[in-house]
């Protein structure tokens, strides 16, 4: 993905609570919105291949609707197995109702 913030959403699709998959490039990304402070990480857990924007938010934690793995929102880590590997962070950016997505911030395991 370039070096570039791209708009992805307008704020108002994603209310705090919710989640919503969008697509960078050639990367799916998914948007949080933890009580209004909004993240972007990989929906693709990094376990097998599942939208993790088909399973649970609880608590700033999203569940894997596959196997059940739990992912930090946050850090992007996994809480618990079987995932192994961190989620793959992207900056992100509100300007009005613009929600934009840039490059990846951190991608640790
Ligand atoms: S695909 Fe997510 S835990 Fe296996």
Known sequence: MADEFVKVASLSDIPPGDMVSVTVGADEVLLVNLDGDLH????ICSHAYANLSEGD??????????HGAVFDVASGRPVTPPATEALRKFAIRVDGDDVMVGPVIAADD
């Not at 938010?57 to 596959?66: A, H, M, S, T």
């Open 40 to 43: 972007a990480c990989d929906d």
């Open 57 to 66: 938010l609880e608590e700033g934690e999203i569940v894997c609707p596959l």
